[in-house]
């Protein structure tokens, strides 16, 4: 009587429902016992294992030194070394490709980069600093200056509050698009009103999630000269967020904005960023398909998973380039009223006997976002709304150098295992 189980995956030399012994039972006799004590259990075959070979009825186990030929029997010309039947090496290859180049992506994005991320933001809210910081080079030597003065902590502080502003907005999306008839993704096909829920359901994430993006950006501007470690936590950001949004806690200035100031421009730059990207994304898959001479081989990684990465990084360049302004003024009517202590973008420079890095207090008087705007544009001019740009383009250049050192390893390793 043959045991019942679900699916199991195919392609990989597992087990399906065309293989006759998928799922079957056969009988086997309990080693060690005499003939007559002997009796039969009837055992299941075992659920499927990606990366595992079942072995057949009478099949055995082999041994470390003894090679395999078909079926699992012993062979004398096949080893170890052999690629099985069900598993070929190129599929293996592609798979450890993919998720080797998606990991080194994801920890350039959110771990290498954030000191850049950290530099940016410092530059948006100093509105005393003499130098905008407009290429990399000044960019780089200000955080050079700061690492020597405060260590190398300095750079990356708030970076755990910046994966937990991206953990509630993928939770708060999720949620909202469960509850509402807002789509979560686009169809390929898709109507105006399907992008207009969609577009709208960014917009809600970002508003929810705007409260704790306020206490993650006081993380990651804040100079490490007044903070105080024993005090704070990994959640430090959900409980100022929560402070926030309550209105409870310590005690603000009375230039604080509430919330309802920020809810525009904080809907306005997540929907512009999040279009600006999509579109810019499509095009370009689009012109690399186009000016391709032959078709993409999905074989080869570096048609499967390079494309997709190139385009995703010019999407969120030119988002990022395109809502630059409306960043920086987000970003300091954020900030304004929080008594933040920042450091000074325009260098370390020796204060009083100690020579400790000069600090400066965010002391910005705005009314609304398009008083902010305004007062950048009239007293720090055009300039003043791309402050910090050096550290975006650094940020950028850092993923891209990364990105091609790894397609340069990923060819180098297919080049090896054509030629073996």
């Known amino acids: 009587?043959?045991?019942?189980?679900?699916?199991?995956?195919?392609?990989?030399?597992?087990r399906g429902r065309d293989d006759p012994l998928y799922g079957a039972s056969y009988p086997v006799r309990s080693a060690g016992a005499p003939a007559e004590l002997q009796h039969h259990h009837w055992v299941t075959t075992p659920p499927?294992?990606?990366?595992?070979?079942?072995?057949?009825?009478?099949?055995?186990?082999?041994?470390?030194?003894e090679p395999l030929g078909e079926h699992g029997a012993p062979a004398a010309t096949a080893g170890w070394d052999a690629p099985q039947p069900g598993v070929p090496p190129a599929e293996q290859l592609n798979r450890f490709a993919g998720f080797g180049i998606g990991l080194v992506s994801l920890f350039t994005e959110n771990v290498l980069a954030h000191p850049c991320i950290v530099l940016r933001r410092q530059c948006q809210v100093n509105y005393h600093a003499s130098c905008y910081h407009l290429t990399p080079f000044s960019a780089v030597t200000v955080m050079y200056n700061i690492t020597k003065a405060q260590g190398l902590k300095a750079l990356w502080k708030g970076m755990g509050s910046t994966f937990i502003v991206h953990g509630i907005t993928l939770?708060?999306?999720?949620?909202?698009?469960?509850?509402?008839?807002?789509?979560?993704?686009?169809?390929?096909?898709?109507?105006?009103?399907?992008?207009?829920?969609?577009?709208?359901?960014?917009?809600?994430?970002?508003?929810?999630?705007?409260?704790?993006y306020c206490a993650s950006l006081i993380e990651t501007v804040q100079s490490e000269i007044v903070r105080d470690d024993s005090s704070s936590g990994l959640l430090d950001c959900v409980r100022e967020g929560l402070a926030r949004l309550l209105g409870v806690g310590a005690p603000h200035s009375c230039r604080l904005l509430p919330l309802s100031s920020l809810l525009l421009p904080a809907a306005l730059h997540a929907v512009l960023r999040y279009a600006i990207a999509a579109s810019v994304q499509r095009a370009a898959l689009w012109?690399?398909?186009?000016?391709?001479?032959?078709?993409?081989?999905?074989?080869?990684?570096?048609?499967?998973?390079?494309?997709?990465?190139?385009?995703?990084?010019?999407?969120?360049?030119?988002a990022d380039v395109a809502v630059f302004p409306l960043e920086t003024a987000l970003h300091r009517l954020s900030l304004q009223g929080t008594r933040t202590i920042i450091d000074a973008t325009d260098g370390v420079v020796a204060a009083g006997?100690?020579?400790?890095?000069?600090?400066?207090p965010v002391n910005t008087q705005y009314d609304s976002f398009s008083d902010c705007l305004h007062s950048i544009r009239r007293k720090e001019g055009g300039g003043g709304f791309y402050r910090g740009?050096?550290?975006?383009?650094?940020?950028?250049?850092?993923?891209?150098?990364?990105?091609?050192?790894?397609?340069?390893?990923?060819?180098?390793?297919?080049?090896?295992?054509?030629r073996s």
């Open 287 to 318: 012109l690399h398909q186009r000016s391709r001479k032959q078709r993409a081989d999905p074989s080869n990684p570096l048609d499967a998973y390079f494309p997709e990465l190139a385009a995703a990084w010019a999407g969120s360049l030119v």
């Open 1 to 14: 009587m043959a045991s019942r189980r679900p699916d199991s995956f195919d392609g990989l030399g597992y």
């Open 48 to 65: 499927d294992i990606p990366g595992s070979r079942n072995l057949h009825p009478a099949e055995r186990t082999p041994q470390y030194d």
């Open 171 to 212: 939770g708060a999306e999720g949620i909202i698009s469960e509850f509402t008839p807002l789509p979560r993704e686009l169809p390929h096909r898709w109507s105006w009103k399907q992008l207009a829920g969609h577009l709208l359901l960014k917009g809600l994430t970002a508003v929810v999630a705007l409260p704790f």
């Open 353 to 360: 006997n100690g020579g400790s890095p000069l600090v400066l």
């Open 389 to 418: 740009f050096g550290a975006l383009v650094a940020q950028y250049a850092l993923h891209a150098s990364l990105l091609a050192a790894a397609r340069t390893l990923l060819r180098l390793l297919l080049l090896e295992g054509k």
